[in-house]
């Protein structure tokens, strides 16, 4: 239940790459990074570079009323307040004929810009972009909402596991050992 006056904000985690990240491998802007509507050209191919296919973390705060999206704690890209700004939204296809929306953003106190893909880039794979548009409505915010989470994500706390014996024969070593819940544990 919400107190009147009260203010709702939201904090989630979204995984943009540096713009500089997809570039051009065909076309007419050959050697050039994703860029915004209007710079970048329809029918030039992107491909993620090797390398560089590491997303930036970014727990990005939100509230109704507001403008936009900002930086919710200091990171790598830039501090607690700084505001995100809706750059464009491009289309890409890749020869499968697989869509990916990609919303660019600006990060307002650096200048940087930032690709937020909507799905997976798989790297070494070709896209061609299909279409650009600016988005200076509030429909970005939909799609900006679509590809983040809610943070922060709780971590499991790791079991420990004691010695184990059947019907006095050891099976496993007399210390303790640290179970995580991803992978497999054998005991011989």
């Given at each position: 239940m919400q107190i009147p006056g009260e203010q709702i904000s939201y904090v989630r985690r979204i995984e943009p790459f540096d713009?500089?990240?997809?570039?051009?491998?065909?076309?007419?802007?050959?050697?050039?990074?994703?860029?915004?509507?209007?710079?970048?050209?329809?029918?030039?191919i992107y491909r993620l570079l090797p390398g560089t296919g590491a997303a930036l973390p970014l727990p990005v705060r939100m509230q109704p009323g507001t403008p936009g999206p900002v930086i919710a704690r200091d990171t790598a890209l830039g501090s607690e307040g700084d505001r995100l700004i809706p750059a464009g939204r491009h289309l890409l296809m890749s020869q499968s004929g697989a869509e990916i929306a990609v919303l660019m953003i600006r990060h307002a106190a650096s200048g940087r810009l930032l690709a937020l893909p909507l799905a997976p880039v798989p790297p070494r794979t070709d896209f061609t972009l299909i279409a650009s548009e600016e988005r200076v409505d509030g429909g970005w915010m939909r799609d900006f909402l679509h590809v983040s989470r809610v943070v922060p994500e709780p971590r499991p706390a790791p079991l420990t596991l004691g010695p184990l014996t059947d019907a006095g024969t050891k099976v496993a070593p007399t210390a303790p050992q640290v179970l995580r819940r991803h992978g497999l544990a054998r005991h011989r």
């Open positions: 713009a500089r990240a997809l570039n051009v491998s065909m076309g007419v802007c050959m050697g050039e990074a994703l860029d915004l509507p209007g710079i970048s050209r329809i029918g030039d």
